[in-house]
């Protein structure tokens, strides 16, 4: 199970990175999220796969969409200058990045013990265990993050109307 | 479960490897396209990929429950991020006429 949703979520990801058309870019990171979201469930956490395709499938995406049919710029635009240094500069800094956390990772022993002791399957978490560490704890931040949102929506409506 | 048994089987070191990858197709969508759409979507990948370790984290460490407030934090600032972000590029779009970042390298109108 684990590989099936990592390997649609790898998969995913890279069509978005390697798609000439941004459409099809775009549903390659709905199948990437969806990915995502089958990982969540594995990690015993249903309420954040849920989230996950409501906030990011649902919104987030439906979103992109949009901008992408309303600015009718479907195919990536010719290239002003090549910059082939840059491109390869940046692929080799990424791959030794990767590289590199992968190496980090598997020879690391606290990761290693972190794992052999979680690995009993904890109980799922629920909407009401979330409930109580969300308003008992951090009730500033959940108010600070309606805040933004709410910034943020007059924001986007500032910047996209014509004359203000 | 050790190395690459733990990867296959879906071990803490399976789900950071999945993270990590995600983050550098994700940082390598930004480096490498020119769209400013597809790069605001690298940009996205690069969350759900931090957000893949964090609850990767939290499971393995008993279903810790602030794990989930960080995430759904995380959630709210995409959010508000998608919204601004696109709002950006649509201004762009109607002052220059192009969603290629690299036509966007000067201030002056």
Same mark, same amino acid.
């Given at each position: 199970m684990f590989i099936t949703f990592a390997l649609i979520t790898l998969l995913g990801a890279l069509g978005m990175l390697l798609q000439k058309n941004v459409i099809m870019a775009g549903l390659c990171m709905v199948a990437a999220f969806f990915g995502v979201a089958g990982l969540f469930v594995l990690l015993a956490n249903p309420v954040a796969a849920a989230l996950q395709i409501i906030v990011y499938t649902g919104a987030i995406l439906v979103l992109v969409l949009f901008v992408i049919m309303m600015l009718n710029s479907h195919e990536e635009e010719k $290239?002003? $200058?090549?910059?082939p240094i840059q491109r390869w500069a940046s692929v080799v800094f990424v791959s030794a990045l990767a590289f590199g956390a992968v190496k980090l990772v598997l020879g690391s022993s606290g990761v290693k013990s972190l794992a052999a002791s979680g690995e009993a399957m904890p109980q799922a978490m629920t909407l009401q265990k979330l409930g109580f560490a969300l308003f008992a704890d951090h009730l500033l931040g959940f108010e600070v993050a309606g805040l933004l949102l709410l910034a943020a929506m007059i924001g986007a409506v500032a910047l996209t109307k014509r004359n203000l | 479960m050790t190395g690459i048994d733990a990867i296959l089987q879906g071990g803490l070191q399976g789900y950071l490897m999945v993270a990590f990858l995600l983050f550098a197709l994700g940082l390598a969508t930004v480096l490498l396209r020119r769209t400013l759409l597809l790069q605001f979507m690298g940009v996205e990948l690069m969350l759900n990929a931090a957000n893949v370790a964090l609850l990767a984290f939290a499971r393995f460490r008993g279903g810790d429950a602030q794990a989930m407030v960080f995430y759904l934090f995380i959630i709210a600032v995409a959010a508000c991020e998608a919204a601004v972000g696109l709002a950006l590029v649509i201004g762009l779009y109607r002052h220059? +006429? #192009? #969603? +290629?970042s690299d036509r966007a390298a000067s201030l002056k109108q």
């Open positions: $290239a002003q $200058a090549p910059h | 220059r +006429d #192009t #969603t +290629d």
